[in-house]
């Protein structure tokens, strides 16, 4: 059973973890064969437009999931990559300038459980570009809804990374600054650039999932969603029902000091 794999101590970045030679290449082979799952569930994270959706799509290989700035549930989709039944929930996203209402945040966490008995894997989308401190603490805020544990099922998704042109993508990360590497540091710096340009078959789509499913024999297993109920406190702020009666729709932060013109 998945669950009770041993974890295994290696750190992964982007790109395969080949080394000189036919052993290490058959060493590799044999652990990715090991680690393959005949069912992989994703959900999709992130802020309100990054690019969540059009990732889902590429996933999945088809035009599944509308690309909508307005979007308010989840949606779930699924198909066959290379012998697996993908399961993808999209999710609508939390907002970027100002307090998410309580009732995305609550369609957020549904995300979780729509595909039992849990996801293999978060997928944090996140554009490559400016990454602020209050991008950070969104990502935090909304990310920790899941319970602490949930970091140790999240990938990093960099979507828009035609940006960079030469620029490999170590070197942004190195650039960006603290912000966006406490994001890669909380999910053991686990990222994967993906070309949303690139649509049907291709490579690409495969090696996320040898991605999660690395992640999942390193975590030993997926995400239990009864497991972070039991973590919780009672009840926190933002779910207390006397907030959602206080709140009128999204508002802007106080003295938050933000352009809301460029809200995401
Ligand atoms: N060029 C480019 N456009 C992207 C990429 N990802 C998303 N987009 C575009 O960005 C917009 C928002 O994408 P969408 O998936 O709807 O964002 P969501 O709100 O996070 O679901 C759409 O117009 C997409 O076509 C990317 O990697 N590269
Ligand atoms: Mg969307």
């Known amino acids: 059973m998945e669950a009770n794999r041993p ?34 569930r994703l959900v999709v994270l992130g802020w309100r437009w ?48 100002q307090d998410t209402p309580p009732s995305y945040k609550k ?27 209050v991008d950070r603490s969104r990502v935090e805020e909304h990310v920790s809804l899941f319970g602490e544990r949930v970091w140790k ?27 966006l590497k406490w994001v890669l540091e909380k999910c053991k710096r686990r990222y994967f650039v993906i070309n949303n340009c690139i649509f049907g078959e291709h490579p690409q789509v495969n090696r996320l999932m040898e991605r999660v499913e690395k992640m999942v024999a390193e975590e030993g297993g997926y995400y239990k969603p009864e497991e972070v109920e039991k973590e919780k406190k009672p009840m926190d702020e933002n779910q207390n029902p006397a907030r959602e009666v206080r709140e009128l729709g999204a508002r802007p932060k106080q003295n938050s000091g933000l352009d809301l013109s460029k809200a995401k």
């Open 107 to 133: 369609e957020l966490m549904r995300g979780a459980i729509l595909s039992p008995p849990g996801p293999h894997a978060f997928l944090l989308v996140i554009p490559v570009g400016m990454f602020t401190e």
């Open 7 to 40: 974890p295994q101590t290696s750190v992964t970045t982007d790109g395969d973890a080949t080394g000189p030679g036919e052993e290490a290449r058959k060493t590799v082979a044999a652990a990715k064969a090991a680690n393959h799952l005949s069912e992989v």
């Open 153 to 179: 099922h999240t990938i990093v998704v960099f979507t828009w990374a035609e940006v960079l042109r030469n620029i490999s993508i170590e070197r942004y990360i190195c650039r960006e600054g603290k912000e």
């Open 50 to 97: 990054p690019g969540k959706s059009l990732t889902g799509n590429t996933i999945i290989g088809r035009e599944e999931f509308h690309l909508e700035r307005a979007a308010e549930f989840c949606v779930k989709r699924q198909t066959e990559v290379q012998g697996r039944q993908v399961i993808v929930v999209d999710t609508p996203g939390w907002f970027s300038a």
